[in-house]
């Protein structure tokens, strides 16, 4: 068989099996390129907060009685807290938020402060639609964070939407269309369709040595079709 | 199609490179385990509770350590208590116990990553550095640089200012990120893939990608999804079939299962003429078969019913079986590839080029009048600009619309006739070729005219054949031919060949029909013959004279103007025999009124041109 007919049959029955693939990570990878990664962090969301001066007047209770009261702690962190001092204790799989004025336990936060919090966060257009707590199974697009946690959505063109940790208070994340229609391409991207997350797996490994052969088959057909070219033309001049 | 084809090898052109390059280092991200990469794989990984000493710390001396401190943070580093405390001016680390600063020194940091660090290889080197550069992009100030020798040159980036580990770079991660920077064709910064140079890369690969997606659908068959054959053919069965051919002793072939006679023959390089690959629609790779086998409907359709039954059938329309036999035309079994350079090109007509091709090699078998061979077209472009078309004539090229280019999207064949006879110089081929105007909007001009209009003195061109049987039998005492067009080629091969030193010199009467006098190919050669010889008789009729007045000939449609001559012949009609040669409309109202005054079919002999 000749050179050009071996390139065009591979060229075509490897496009075949992987030519819809193909056409999604090209895709996809226009829809990530082109929007910048700014943007879809949801920068443009948030606004800076500066937390307050710790009002040293308040604490009254030490780190060292909150250590002993959590021996599994691997950190302890002293912030202000609406107006009050707190201490955020952090062990290898929880997390809690104690009182430093009275030693008294407040997790999980309550709505209030969490709306209180959104709004101060908040640099989007819209209002808040809806404060939901999130007990169990988390939704996909905050997959990785620890339950509970309190959902934040906003009424904006976007719909976007902040994480608190519900234990802590802690702001963890925002989300937002955007982000979602990323979050979609780069699950075509990388072939993972159950936890988009997980680059080394062998569909994808399958399909890209499938695509890298088609693509070779492609520059062996393209060296043909434009090479003929010259040639006709040196035997003009000649 | 053809403009979708066209666009993807372009496109293909500008970024298939880079195509390559996205889909191998993407396939090498993929290959490469995330948890090698990203060091995790040697981290000791251990709970780091606070130490027990901790339980003392009181909030006074904590108040004492950052009294306008926003966040005050107590960790353990190297098993001590350290408040990292965020205020104004940045952030300090002390320790918890004494309240004395805690700074990051090399040891500490080196402490800090041999702890972090699982396996047992030494540390090699510490040194200080501000970040960002190459290995840290994304971090700003001072970092500690701890080398460790452990194979794969791991490196710990220990933060200057907290004492955290912030990256653990190895040999894999550095490879990986040379893909990650082909990936992202961000060649300075690597991680922005948000550059133009990408988006642009990008979006041609996107229609890259579609142009060829949409391409798929026309460049399949449904016989090449028939699985159980392709099994087979991959196997490696065969089918025995006999081929047989005038020219040949019959022979045991092992043909591919599953496919046209015609692609597997092809195969087996063995070329039967066609001008349409096998699709069906040119009728010119006959075969003989037992005439049992039933024809389909596209052979009923090319193939006259006399033929049919003589078990003629279409290569293309049958699949191989077990133990068949098979008769070949002439000239195609054992038959190589004739090449040659074309020494000479000029316009006989607005749109008929006359070429003269000299073959390197005189052909194995030599040829006969009135017969045609076929001109390999390769894949690729012409440009219009190369058919010189004279000044005169550039008007009724363009009444058609002609653009610049026009694309063969894969190699093919196209049949020509000899318009000389082969007496004259065996190795000099001449060809009468018409140039194809568009059928449609949708459609371009005729590839292989196209090429053969394109091609200069000098150029080589690739031929087979020859073949055909368009010729008289010698029992006819007189020859009629009726033509038009390009179809001057074969009837002007048999002219000169009847009235050469081994023709019969048999009288020969020529009617010719032509659009314009411009179209009239060869005309003051015919007049000189009938000059020379009075059994030549040539008559022309004009189908489109216009107002040209200095035309005194006979005009209308050829084969009417013939049929008023017929009506009227001075000599039996049934000893003569007719030659018709042209454009299918021609050929066919020829028969048809051939067949009206009774001629006999078997005294008819046709060369259709198909377009
Ligand atoms: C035995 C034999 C001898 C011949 N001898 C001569 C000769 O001496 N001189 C000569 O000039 N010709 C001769 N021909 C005709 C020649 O072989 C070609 O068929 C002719 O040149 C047209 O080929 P092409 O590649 O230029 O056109 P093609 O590309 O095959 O196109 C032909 C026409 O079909 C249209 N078309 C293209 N694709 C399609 C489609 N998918 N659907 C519908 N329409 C389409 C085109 O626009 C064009 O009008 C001979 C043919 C035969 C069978
Ligand atoms: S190859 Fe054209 S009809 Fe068979």
Known sequence: MRAVSFFRKYHKWLTLIVGVQAVLWTLSGVYMTVIPLDFIHGDHLVRPVESQKIDWNRVSVGPGRVSQNYPSAQSIELIMLAGGPVYRVKSANSQ??????????????????????????????????????????????????????????????????FYFDADTAEFLSRRHNFWRGFDFVWMLHIMDYEDRANVNNWLLRAAASLGLLAAFAGIGLLFFSFGRRRSSASGETG | MAAMRWLHKWLGLIVGIQMTIWLLSGLMMSAFNMQTVSGADRVRGDNDLLPASAATLDAETAARSGPDA??????????????????????SLVSAETGAPFDI?????????REDFSGSAPVTRVILREAPFLELRTHDGPVWRVDF?????????????????????????????????????????????????????????????LTGFITLFSSFRLQDFDLISAMRRWRGRRIQCTLEAPDASPASQALAPGLSYFDALAARDI????????????????????????????????????????????????RTRNDDRLELPEGVLGAKPLTGRVTETRFIAPFIKE??????????????????????IPEGAMESASFDIPEGWRARWFEHGLPARIEAPASQRRS?????????????????????????????????????????????????????????????????????????????????????????????????GARTGADILYSEEFETLAKQRPEFRWVVALSDPGDDESWSGRKGLIHETAKRDLKVWDKDLLKAEFLLCGPPALVEASTKMLLGLNVPSEHIHVEDFGV
């Open chain 1, 96 to 161: 809690t938020l104690v009182d430093a004025a009275s030693g008294g336990h407040i997790s999980p936060v309550d709505e209030d402060l969490v709306r209180m919090l959104a709004v101060e966060h908040y640099a989007g257009e819209g209002v808040i639609e809806q404060v939901t707590l999130l007990e169990g199974n988390l939704p996909q697009e905050i997959q990785a964070a620890d339950p509970p946690l309190w959902r934040v959505d906003f009424s904006g063109a976007n719909e976007p939407t």
């Open chain 2, 149 to 209: 020798d452990d194979g794969r040159e791991t490196t710990l980036y220990v933060d200057g200012e907290t004492g955290r580990i912030l990256s653990r770079r190895n040999n894999v991660w550095r490879v990986f990120d040379v893909f990650w920077m082909l990936h992202t064709m961000d060649y300075a910064g690597r991680d922005n893939f948000n550059n133009p140079l990408i988006i642009i890369a990008g979006i041609s690969a996107l229609w890259l990608a």
């Open chain 2, 105 to 113: 020194t090399s040891e500490r940091a080196a402490e800090i990553a």
């Open chain 2, 271 to 318: 070329q039967l003429p066609s001008n349409c690959g096998g699709a069906g629609t040119c009728g010119l790779c006959v075969v003989r078969v037992e005439p049992d086998r039933p024809p389909t409907a596209t052979e009923r359709r090319l193939l006259p019913d006399s033929e049919l039954r003589n078990g003629a059938r279409l290569a293309c329309q049958h």
């Open chain 2, 70 to 91: 926003r966040i005050v943070r107590l960790r353990t580093i190297l098993g001590q208590s350290v408040y990292e405390i965020v205020g104004e001016n940045g952030l």
């Open chain 2, 416 to 512: 020509y006739s000899m318009a000389t006879a082969p007496h004259e110089d065996p190795k000099l081929l001449v060809l009468n070729v018409r140039a194809v105007p568009p059928a449609s909007d949708k459609h371009s001009w005729g590839v292989g005219s196209s090429y053969i209009f394109s091609r200069k003195p000098g150029d080589e061109i690739v031929l087979h054949g020859p073949f055909g049987r368009f010729r008289p039998t010698e029992r006819a005492s007189e020859l009629v031919l009726i033509g038009g067009g390009s179809g001057m080629a074969p009837l002007r091969s048999l002219i000169r060949h009847e009235y050469s030193q081994y023709g019969a010199g048999r009288p020969v009467t020529f009617f010719y």
């Open chain 2, 355 to 376: 070429i003269t091709v000299k073959l390197n090699d005189r052909p194995a078998r030599s040829p006969v009048s009135g017969q045609y061979v076929q001109v390999e």
